[in-house]
Structures are given as C-alpha cells and as structure tokens.
C-alpha cells in the first residue's frame, strides 16, 4: 500500500465561477494568473481546485492570498497527515483520504484531499487528480447539478459525500473478497489463507484509521455553530456523519467475522490433523499385530507346533481374517471410520 | 440474508382516522386520491401506511405534502439505512429494523419500518408488508386497543414496541439453536460445527446492529423534551429503551457463550487427538518389541542356541506374554488405559 | 437454571404496621380486605408483602389503591424484567433478582422481588416466599431491629441489602467451586473440566446481570434527591452501591482467573500430547532400526557370511545392545527421558 | 493469600501530641484514659493510633467520641472492605490496603489501613500493627520529620504515600518474577511454568483491586474542595495520585507481558510436538522401505533369482545404502535435519 | 532497556539569551554564576539549559531562585518519573521521555526531558546531553530558526515536537523490523520469532507508555487557558496534540498487527506439522501392510501353496505393484500427495 511518500505531480489550477444558472472553468497555466482571474469572480461563488500539493511554493502563495495559517499548509503538503478538520475565524479546514480498492491485487491506495472552506469559496487540494474530483467538477460545469443555488458548503459536503460513498463500496468489496477466502479456505489448509485474511485485516485497519478521524471531525462540525456552514446545509453533515458511523459499525463488524473465521481455520487445521492421526492409527493397530504373528511363523524354533499341522496356513488366515473384522468393528464402534 | 436489495413491492397506501370511539379505514388506489381524503379527517387521528418504499415519486409527493425534508425521504427508501432518530420542529423521524428468524435454516430476513410521526398524525414505511402492524392496525380498527384515546405517539410506540419484541423472539430461538448444536458439537469434532457456530455469531452481530441504534434512538427520545411526545407516553418509550438494553445484554451474554463454547471445542479436539495418539502408542509400544523379538528369532545364524532348546518356543511365549502384561501395567499406572 | 417461567405460587397478603416501639403483622386472606386494615394504620409505618406476582388482578387493583403506573404494574409481574429502578412523584420502584446458589448441582435460582416505595410506606412483591424477606419480617415484628424507629426508605435498604449480601456468599461458593475444579482438572485431561468451567462462566454472568443494573440503579438512587429517602438514609444506601461495585469487581476477578485456567489446561493438553508422541517416537526408534537388523539376518541370501561365523549371533546381540545405549544416552540428553 | 480473616489481635492505642517543636508519645493501656489524655492536648494536633480493628467495642466508643458514622466503623472493622474514601462535613474517611510481598513464595500480604481525619487530628486504624506506620511514628517522635509544622493532612499524605511506595516496591518484584520465569520456562515445556505465570496474574490482581479504588478515592480528594485538606498539602495528593496512575499502568503493562509470555509458551510447546514428530517421521521413513525389503528376501519362495546371486548380498546393501542416502538428502532438502 | 538508573552525569549550565535579532550564549562552570549572569538579560528572553539531573542541591538552589515546588523538583530528579504537565501560578511544568531506538539490538534507550516554562524564561532539565535539544540549540544560537521573536512558549513546543516527531521515527523502524521479522518467520517455526515479536510488542508498550500520558499533557494544555502560552502559540500545541494521537493510533495499530501475525505463525506451526504427520502416514499406510505379506511368506509353515508356485515371487511383487499404486492414488484423492 502506498503511504505518504511525495510524488511529483505536476501543478494544475483550476477554477470555477459559478452562481445559480451558470458555471465558468478556467485553467491556469500559473499561479501568477490566479489574482487577476479572482477579481473577475463579480460576487459568484469560487471553486478553487488545486491539483499537486508537492508545490510548497504555490500553498504558500496561495496562503497569503487567503490567510491560512503556516501549519495548515503544512498539513496540506503532508500527505503522512491523519484526516484532521480545523475551525478557524474565516475559514474551516478539513483533510479526507480518497481510498481506492484494487480487488485482485487486494491493495488499496491513498490519496489526500484537503478542504479550505470560506463563506463564498471552497479551495480544494489534491495530492493527484481524483476522479471523484474530477466527477464532482464535470457536473458543476455542465449543469448537471440541481442545487447550484446552494453555497460552498454545499460543495464541500458534497465532495466529502463522495469519498464517503466510496468507502461503502471498498468495504463492500472487501466483504466479498473475504467471502470468496472464506469457500476457498477449506481447500487450503496450509496456513497461506490466513495470510490473506491478514491482509484484508489490514486492508480494514487503514480504512479504520482513515473514517474514525473522518467521523471525528464531522461530529465537532455538526456540533460547533459556525457561521460558514448554513443552517440549511448542516443536516446535509449529519448526514455523512451517519454514514461514517455505519461504516466504521461495518468495518468492525468485518474484523469480528475475520476473527471467527480465524478461529474456525484453527478448528478444521485440529481436525485434518486428528483425521491424518486417525488413519495413521488405524493402519498401526491392523499391521503391527498382524505383522508379528507372522513374524513368529517365521522363526526358526525346532519345535514350532502349529508348523507342521496339515492346515495351520489356513488357519492363520483364518485368525488373521478374524481380528481384522473385529478390530475394524471396533473401530467402527469408536467412530473412527 | 437479504440486506438492502430494493425489491419491487406494488404500492399500497392506507389511511385510518381514529378517535377515541372509532377506527376508519381507506384503502387508496393512487397517491392523488390521498389529499382530499385528508381534508375529511375532522380533527381525528391520522395513520397512514405506505407498503412499498421504492416508489420514490410517491415518498416525493408525500413529503412535500407534509413538508418532510429531503434527505428523510432519501433515508426511507434506502433500505441499506442504519436505525436512525431524527428531530424536526413539527415532527420526529425513525427507522427500525423489523427482523424474522427462520430458525430451520438459521436465516435473518430484515424489513425496514421508517415512521415519521406528527402531533396528530403518523405515517409508517414499510419496505413490504410487515404482519406486525398488519396486526396492530387490524386491532385498531377492530377496536381492541383499550387505548385508542391516546395519540398518535402512543400508535409510534406499539409500532416499536412489537419490533423489539420480536427481537425478544428471536434472540431466544438463537438461544435454543445454540444450545441444541452445543449438544451435537460433541459428536462432531469435524470442525463443521463451528461454522454453524459462526453463522451464530453473525445473526447476533446483525441483531447488535440493528438494535444498538435503536437504544441510541430511544436514549435520545427520552431525554429531549419534544412536544410531539406527550409527557403522559414518555414513560412507554422509556419502558422500549429499557427492553432494547435488555436485548442487547442478552446478545451480548450468547456471544460470551458462544466464545466459551469454541474454547471447549477446541479442548475437545485437543483431547480426541490426545485419544488417537495414545491408542497409537500403546499399540506401537507392545508390538514394536515384540515383533523384533520374534524377528530375532527368524535370522538365520547358524548358531542360536535357544532354537535348539526343546522349549525354547514355549519360553518365547512366556517371555512375550510377560512383556506384554508389564507393559499393561505401565500403561494403567500412567493413566493411558 | 430457571428463568421467567410463572410459577403459579398462592396468592400471600402479609401486612405489618409498626413504629418506634411495636410492630403488628397481619396476615390476609383476600384482598378485599386490605383497604379496611390500612384505614387502622393510625400513622403507623406500614409494610405491605405480597407473595405470588401472577396474581394479576390483585396487582391491578393494588396499583389503582396506591396510584401505581400500569407499566410498573407489568414490570412486577414480569418475571423476565432486567433489575430496574423509577423515580417517581410520590413513589420509587425497584426490582431486584434475589440468588440462591446450590453448589452441587452448581445451579443458580432465580427470585424477582419488587419493591415499591411511598413515603410511609414500602410494598414488596415476591415471585415466591423468600426467606430472606421471611426473615427480616421476623426481626422486624419480634423487635429484633434497633432502628425500627427508621422509616420505610430503611427498611427497603436492609431488604436490597440482604439481597445484595448473599450475592457475596453465591460468588464466594462459586470461587470455591472453581479452585476445586482447578485442583482437579489437572487429572482429567479429556476437556470434561472444560464444560464444568464453562458452567462456572455462564453462573458468573447471570450474577453479572442482576448485579450489573442494580449497581446502576444504587447509583442513581444515590445521585437524584428524592424526598421519599431521607438523607439520613442515604450513607446507607450508597454502602449498598459500594457492595454492589465489590461484587462486580469480584465477577471480573473470577471470570479473568477462569480465563486463565483455560488457558493453562489447554497448555496442560498440548503437554500430554508431547509426552505421548516422546514416548512413541522413542519406541519407534529404538525398535525400527533393531527389527530392521533382524530381518536382515533372518534373509534367505544364499552368501551371508556374517550367518557363518562362529560367534555371528553374540556379534549380533553386542551391536543392538550398544546402540540401544546410545540411543537412551542420546534420548537423555535432549531431555526426552 | 490472606484475605479478610478476622486476627485476633491484641488492642493497642497509642497517641502523638505534635506541633512544630515537639511530640510527645502516650502508649494506653486502656480505652478509659484516652479522653481525659485528650483534654491535654493544648491544641497541639493528635495522631491517635490503634491497633487491632477486631475490638468492636473500642471502635464504638471512639466513633461516640469523635462523631463517626456507625457505617464508617463497620467498614474499619470489616477487613475484606474495599478500599473507600468518604467524604463528611467534620472529617473525611480513607482505608488503604497496605500490601506486602513475599517473593520465595509468591505470597502476597494484605493489612488494612483506616484513616479518620479531622482538622486536628487524624486517627489510624491498624488490622495489626504496620511496619509503615511504625516508621512514619518513630519518624514523627524523633523529629526526623522536617515538616513537623504541617497538619494532620500532611500526616495522611504520608501514610498514603509511604503504602503506595510499597506498591512500586512490590510490582517490581513481581517484575523480576516474571522476567526470571520467562527465562525458565524455556526449559520446562511440561504446562507447570503455565501455573506460576497463572499466581503471576492473581498476584497483580490483588494489586490492581487494591489501587484501582485508591485511584479513584484520590481522584476524588483532588476534586473536592474540603476544609480538611488544606490547598498547600493538595499537590502532594495530587502526587500520589499520579502513583496510583503509574502503578496501574504497571500492573497492565506486566499482565501483557504475561499474555505475551503465554502465546510463546504455547508456541513452543508446538513447536517442541513439531521437532518430536519430525524424529519419528524421519525414522519410519528410513527403516520402514528398510524393513520390507530385508523381509522380502527372508520369504520363502521356491523361486528367488535374487536369493542366488553371488553378490546379492552386497547387491542388498548398496540398494539400501543409497536409498538411506536419498532419503536423508531428502529431509536435509525439506529443512528437517 | 534502561530505565531509571541514575546516571552520573557531571553539571553542565547553559544560558541563552535571545530576542529577534540575536541569540547570546554562556557556559557556566559554576551554579553561583547564574544569578549574577541573569541580571544581564535585559529583558530578552531566556533559555537556561542544565544537563545532568543528578545534582540535587542545584536543583534545590534553582528551585529557590525561580520559585519552583519542591514536589516538581522531585520530579525533575527522578527519572522514572512518567511524563506529566503542571500548571501553576506563574510556570507550567512539563517532562517528556526523550526515546532513541537501537534497531540493531531492538533497544530503547530512554532519557527524561524536563521542562519549566516561564513567562520570559524556560529551563530545559536533560538527564544527560540530548542530540535534540543540542540541535535547536545550535539553531537558535546561529539564528537558523525563522521565529526567533517568538517567546519562550514557542522554543517549549519545538522542544516537544522534535521528541514527538522522533516517536515517529521510531515507531516506522519498528514497523520497519515487524516486516523484516514477517518475512524470516515463515522459515523458522522454532519458536524463536516469537520471542522477537514479543520483544516488539514490549518496545510498542514502552512507546505507548511514554506518548500516552504526554497526549494527556497537551490535551490540558490546549483546553486551558493559561497566560504563559499565547493564543498564536496555542495552534502549534494543538499540532503536537494531533501528532500524539496519530503516533497513538500507529502504535495500536502495530500492536493489532503483531496480533495476527502470532495468529498465523501458530496456524503454520499447525501446517508444519499437519505436513510431518502426513508423510508419516502414507509411509506406514504403505509399507505396513506390504511388510505384512513378506513376512506371511517368511513363514515355515510346512503347507503353503502359494510358495511352490513356479511364479508365486513374480505374483507376490505384482500385488506388491497394484496395492501401493492403489494407495497412491486414494492418497491423490484425499489431496495428501
């Protein structure tokens, strides 16, 4: 799984003016673009889209512009940085991981999404483009969206919504790879499964890490009165918040069956080895006796009775056919066949 | 188990207006027929019943008849919802979960009952139709509640009342299904029954997390002070939040049972494997020597004088069977037979 | 163990005035007799003992007598009810689960025994007679109580506080019962041990659910200010909430010994299993090798010349005994012996 | 352990008239004198000291004396009371559990320590007489105390302090127990190391029923504004407070590594099963091919070429030679030699 | 691991003056030199830094000179103190553990950082010379640091931080040595790696152990409102703050790892010898019985047919052939070959 190291995507800016009926999009080709072009907003609402947050340069421009503070720059550029929201006079901060789930490969990727919300812009920043940025933004342009007239907050929450969604469908699918290992297993006994249930293990912890922190943050919004996000909005985070309970209710309930799951891998390990045991047993009990009566017709005593009978070879057959019965019944008794 | 596939249940909508005499009850055809029934209400009580929550048109023109908010609607009609509380100013949100047990195949069905209940009226979701309040509405019509002069709090409350109910239900019958395989575990130390304990497992986890929002919900219920819960119904909704801990101890109470059972499983298959082994043993342990005895007597020195001794096959019996009862012996004296 | 099935127990209506000086009981035959004898009270405190809480109809019409509300009404006759407490205007509730514990057939028995509370005077309601109710109503009437001066808020401590001493006793028998069992399962390997610690776990939560809410219930009791227990009273009270926590510390304490005995006894069989697969691999390699030789010489080569030598057989014992010495001394020194 | 028998021993009560200059030591023979002796205090502060709590009379006298509820003398008298602070308008109550530990046996020692504390003076009730109290005396007579002109807080915090020290004393040495065992344990796969590591575990319960409810008393003093407790001596509880929190994250920390130790115990001793069957596999694997082919050439069929070569028996062990060889390069490939 | 031995590390004081613009730094030789030195400040701010705890009597004196509460000075002293935070009138105090990581030897080495931070002064007290605070030494002296204007509340955080951020570094070696250990375990089932997991699951205890109580720290920092830390500082705590909580999350997410890498390392075990039981079995399955019919015909029986067939040794190995490719191919069935 990719963790925190800085890869070096190449800047984008991209922005948005939009108010109730329209949407305009521009791509900047320098940060230097960016001043003039916000002049040009005339009081509609402005998404700021930034993608790169390996551009140190461009945060700390783009800082002073709007009055963030140096440590929330800081916690932009850090991709290593746990999901943390942050309130502050003018503006709210929050950082969310996308997560993407490669299903064959069982890996998941991480991408850091921060927030600035202001009353009449939001400013997002992307460690590489995310489709579900890009989706978001698609839609916004084209219309596509119904509740335009709605704020930044608005927009904010609906990329949170997003990500949000997105673990459902990771956790889904996670639940079903564990299914899958689950049928697969009995086959296996050779301690390799347990491997895999390792890995989904973690795969649950990272998502774990990356929704509790999440969960956090939306419980303090929905609590806190803050004036950037409306009334009308709120309900719209208590919303998410919900969702972020459920999945982090669905992420211990899939560590619980993995438990168990475990716990029944150990179980049928114990059986095939009682089974191997049993067999190994059962051939012991037939032959080792067996093989010493003949082993005592074998000898070479001069004066071996049983020897010289006319029909002591059948007759040792006959014993022979005679306790194998009885000891395969016995068996049978002890439900070991 | 059935979890959140949207079935396609044919809309049914049921109005009742009762009062503290009478019960009336309409069947509608069509969602525009319910409007100018409702104008006839005279001041009564108003329950209506909608069966079919995927007709998302229909829960549309419904909420904007009585002014519900959006996201609400969106909750109804996901069946896939967590059992939630929300309050408005004129009315009070709820989802539960309604459960069934189908004990011979140890299978959970879930049906979502959504209640959006006014200060004189109800209205209940059903995902398809629930025979619980089929029942409770046949007895309102019947007249066989002794306390239809309460309101429409009071209808909310039997609603929840009989869900958790049967949650009581079925919680017992997983008892019992737990105490029966407790039974037959010890005859089967294939490992098969701890998947069949595993499926326990996962019905109590799917009962935990359907009930546990729902004592977070009636928590919430008992400590606001809403004017659409009357003080006199309170007591009732307290009396549920009581039953829903209760619940939950006990499901909590069977998985502690069901952890101790996999542990005495576990000691069991240890011990059948300590049963194989010392049958193994003690076999191995008598026939070992003496077959090489009898082999020693089979080589072909030309000198070994106890062949020629006229009892010398006599003496080997001797020597055998006095080997053999040593080790009998030994073996009791260790405990092993 | 029993739970909650009604026992159809003769219906006891046992009243007892008293004050600082005299206490009269009264034993009635109907209810109907009640209400005339509670007009002799005279200002006298009084105590009412209901024995038989299937009795429905009496109930009833007690709670009418008294202003008790129906739900409470239930919640006695409910054999079922997880201990509770209510608060209200005039009256508090309380159910307890008195234990009696019969160590040989390590049983736990069940009694529900409600309490309702006025301020001059207290009812109980018991499933069946108990004798710890038998005997503090016979301290009380043969003045053996020094503080009968005290009011009823008292005597509904002493009641919850003989209740709450015998839970003490139960946990000490059961303490008992599972050093016993630990003394013992060290013999007996065969994972029976298991199943009677198991029966020691499941006794440990049914004392954990009935101490559980108590605790709970004593801790409100001792929080709120009602008026009907007087603050004399209260020390008292809230000695019963520290036993209360005791025992529930003593649960934990017995559940984490019994835990860890698991894990011993499981340590206990791997051992066994070690020494039984020791001795079987000591046998099997001092014994294969030993007939391998044996065969050898007992082959029917027309050219062995060791067959030929004079002193071949001597030769022969002196190369086993030499390497069954050196497999002991190699045996000893890995400690297998 | 000794737990809660009530020891007979004999009374004692001694009192200390201190202030900034001096002390003065009174060893009573009896309860009689101690009253007039009080009345010579001259508002110096008084430590008044008894031993041996199993005097109920004497304790009844003294609460008449110094205005002590009845229930605060039950809880003196009671040696299996849970450590408990109480809060009273002219005093404040406190028992400690002095503990000491004898390492050879693993014996942990329980005494009892009560404490009344006034404004003036403070009273300490001994189960028997306390090597900590004695020091902390003989300390305050001799005038080794440099704080002597601190009150009868101060002398609380001291006694505290001195019996939680012991606590740090004793969890070291369990420490040291447990590292020693480790060690040991290696050796001995036979389940009896499970035992000591078991008497381990119970040892550090008692500690933790013993500071947990320390912890929590201190809490609550820190809390607390009382008159008794003078805002100068507050920080020194302050500190024992954070001991107490020291010492219970001790006591966790050694249970983990006590679960830790278990889960390799138990590693081992599979693994030792592993190295033994490994044995016993690798010899049947060799002598059993072995044995049947030496028993081919011992039958007796009419018809063997091989019986008649002339080097058949050499022929013989070069076959068996290189097949030993195979096999052993064989295991030595699969990592079994 | 060291912890808590006093080292003898001779005295060192250091002295930093320093404002906006320049940073003045003396060594003193001498305690006595301080007092005289500090009258030089000239209203700049202060940084006094003493290596080597140790030396209680200039901790005395200092205490003295600053107004320090001999219980903090204990604390300063003693070094197994756990990390805490004091608020008082004019300073807070603060230690935090100092930790380096051995990854070689999987050694933590310890050293306690005190803190007493001023309005204008802090006093870093080291156990013994730390590279950490070495370095912002260095930093601040040759002006390297940005924001020298800050006050003395801003070198107290850049003191924690660079710990903090060191805890970080640690924990990713850990990680960094559970993955290396992963990955060899699979090789060697002795047991040993457990121990090598134990022992990281300790140096994680220590960690938790030390960052636990320090989040604790900054968590009262960051709620109260203190004059010593300005509200421009305040946000830098919080940042610390959030690393504590992220550091704490990795480190139980380390632990849950480790967790399930013991649970698979015994599923191997079990595999292993699973592996080893079953060889053991298809060579006795196979060669018992044909041992059996060898040695049947190294019988003397006078009268066996089958011996005077002229192909009875060429039949013999064809039923030797078939029995053997039989088993072999029941063994292919049951997946064992």
Sequence with gaps: MYIGKRRNVPLQIRVIFYDKDNAE??????????????????????WIDIIGICHTDV??????????????LEDIANTEQRPKFEEFDHYLFMTVKELSYQASAAILFERQISLVL???????FQEESSPLIEEGRNRLVSGATRRQEK????????????????????????????EDLEEKMIQDLSGKPMR???????????????????RESLSRIEKRDSHIISQEILPFFRDVYDHSVHIMES???????????????????????????????????????LSFVA???????????????????????????????LMLYFFRKKKWL
């Design 251 to 289: 992420v211990e309930n899939q560590r619980d069956i993995l438990g168990g799951i475990m716990d029944v891998y150990l179980s049928y390990q114990n059986n095939k080895m009682n089974a191997v045991m049993k067999v190994l047993t059962i051939i012991a009990t037939i032959f080792m006796p």
């Design 25 to 46: 999009s521009h791509d900047l080709k320098d940060f230097s673009d960016l001043e003039p072009l916000l002049s040009q907003a005339d009081g509609r609402k402005k």
């Design 151 to 178: 704020g930044p907050d608005y927009l904010a929450y609906r990329i949170i919504d997003s990500v949000v969604d997105q673990y459902f469908d990771i956790i889904e699918k996670i639940a079903d790879n564990i």
């Design 118 to 124: 202001g009353s009449d812009y939001v400013i997002s």
């Design 196 to 214: 895999s249930f390792m890995r989904m293990r973690r795969l649950l912890s990272v998502l774990l890490h990356s929704v509790f922190p999440l």
């Design 59 to 72: 945060l700390d421009k783009l800082g002073k512009l709007f009055g963030i503070h140096p440590l929330i």
């Design 295 to 325: 082993s005592v017709y074998g000898m070479n005593f001069k004066n071996i009775p049983e020897l010289n009978w006319p029909y002591g070879y059948l007759y040792f057959w006959i014993v022979i056919v005679c306790s194998v019965s």
